[in-house]
Structures are given as structure tokens and as C-alpha cells.
């Protein structure tokens, strides 16, 4: 299994016996929140379609996950979202099959699916799936045990990020990162603890927690002293001594620790 992520662009390409696009936080909608907040940018749908098929035309995949927070309201469904979100979702799964891993924002998501006799389109519960050998959950929930089994579990949720400091002066910048890590075995058997009695339950994975596909959003800045991050695995299943940063370029920038 190959996992490439799309140089300059939040989006992964994992490779086994499909070619599968994954793309996670779009949050379509968050314009409305931040307009209540004085600030005014106008819709982005528009942008954030060009840029996933931008990414489709570059991979040319098999089959696409949406890896949680597809809309950003949260509770219930703005306007603005019953027309977009459709029209987002039809239009990617024109291109190749598409299955949701609903995140903590997208209530009522099935509300929002556009005609499924014409789209292929699958609602994955949100404790996660396996699909072709790899395992995906939006980071929210607690995983179901079967991902354990994967090679890898792609999560998003947390929106990471480095902060760089320039040194002498108060200048800082936030910059979208990848983050590679180990699951932590013993505290994987704390809440699993079937898995011991069932070996073909753990594979040793990692985890690649994904930057946000919508770069209006914010993060997590991960080199901070006292990181605290959201959902169980990245909370509570990982070793955070082995986490690895990489920019959306590719410049790997090292363990988070030593950017701390």
C-alpha cells in the first residue's frame, strides 16, 4: 500500500488494489459564521469544487472518501446548505464513487445527498470503515475495533498546523501540516482489550491525521508546549512522541517534539 499525498493541495492518494482520493474538512457553509463575526468573504463552494476537481483530474481515482465535516453548521441545515452541499456531492460523484465518513458537523447530512439513483454515493457510519485495506474515520468518535486491522488509519478532525517563529521578531505564521504517528498498543488494549485475544485485530498502524481541505478554517497548532488534541485517537491512541510533520509541499519538517 502506497499513501501519496497531493503536492500543495490537503488531499491523499492511498494506493492498494484502488487508486482512492481522500479529502476531509471542507466545513462548506463557514462563511455564514464568520460574516456574523464581521468578517465577509463571500461563498467559496465554488472554489472549494474547482480544487477537488483539480485534485480528481491530477489522480484520477477509483473511488473518493469524504473524511467528515462536509458542511460546517452545526446543529441542523442553513439554506445556503441545502443548495450547495448537494450540488458539491453530485457533482464530485460524476467522477467516481464517493463514500462519507460523517464528522462531529455534518447532522442530518443524508438530508443533503443528491439523487443516489444517478450517484454512487455511501454514508459510512461514524465510527469509521476499512476500505481496501486502509482504515478511515473522521477523529471524532471512538474508531470501531476492525480498523486496528488496517495498515493505516486516516483521521482528520483536529485541522494541524505548525507554527513558525521568526527569530528576533514577533512574526509568526500558521502553515497546514500532515501528521504521521504511531498507535500506542497499550492504550489501544485499555479500550480494546478483545484485541489481545484477537490478534488479527491489530496490525501495528499508523496514523495520518490530515490537514483541512478549507483553508479558512484554523487549526491546531501542533509545536505548542502542553499540545491537547481533539478526538480519541489523536488524544489517547497515539504515541505524540512519534508524531511527524510534513508540510502540504513535502518538506518534512521532523518530529513535533523537536519543534516545540
Excluded at 176 to 204: F, G, K, Q
Aim: charged fraction near 25%; proline fraction near 5%; charge should be negative.
Amino acid at each position: 500500500m502506497k499513501l501519496n499525498p497531493v503536492i500543495e493541495e490537503a488531499a491523499l492518494v492511498v494506493e492498494n488494489r484502488l487508486r482512492t482520493l481522500v479529502i476531509a474538512d471542507l466545513h462548506m457553509g463557514i462563511e455564514a459564521e464568520l460574516s456574523q463575526k464581521g468578517i465577509n468573504i463571500g461563498s467559496q463552494t465554488e472554489k472549494l469544487i474547482e480544487r477537488v476537481l483539480n485534485c480528481i483530474k491530477a489522480t484520477d481515482p477509483d473511488a473518493i472518501v469524504l473524511l467528515g465535516d462536509i458542511k460546517h453548521a452545526v446543529p441542523g441545515i442553513s439554506f445556503r446548505d441545502r443548495i450547495e452541499i448537494p450540488q458539491f456531492l453530485a457533482t464530485i460523484a460524476e467522477q467516481a464513487p464517493v463514500h462519507v465518513v460523517k464528522g462531529n458537523h455534518d447532522s442530518q447530512l443524508e438530508e443533503l445527498l443528491p439523487d443516489t439513483s444517478r450517484h454512487t454515493i455511501h454514508v459510512e457510519r461514524a465510527k469509521g470503515f476499512v476500505f481496501d485495506g486502509a482504515g478511515y474515520v473522521h477523529g471524532h468518535t471512538w474508531p470501531a475495533r476492525e480498523l486496528f486491522s488496517a495498515e493505516y488509519i486516516v483521521i482528520a478532525h483536529n485541522h494541524p498546523m505548525i507554527r513558525l517563529v521568526s527569530r528576533g521578531t514577533s512574526y509568526t505564521k500558521l502553515m497546514s501540516v500532515w501528521i504521521r504517528a504511531r498507535c500506542d498498543y497499550t492504550a489501544v488494549l485499555r479500550y480494546y482489550r478483545d484485541i489481545e485475544r484477537n490478534r488479527e485485530y491489530w496490525n501495528d498502524p499508523w496514523v495520518i491525521m490530515m490537514p483541512a481541505f478549507n483553508d479558512i478554517c484554523g487549526g491546531v497548532a501542533v509545536n505548542t508546549p502542553n499540545l491537547k488534541l481533539m478526538g480519541p485517537i489523536a488524544s489517547k491512541l497515539i504515541h505524540k512522541q512519534t508524531m511527524e510533520a510534513y508540510l502540504l509541499d513535502g518538506t518534512y519538517m521532523g518530529r513535533v517534539i523537536d519543534l516545540v
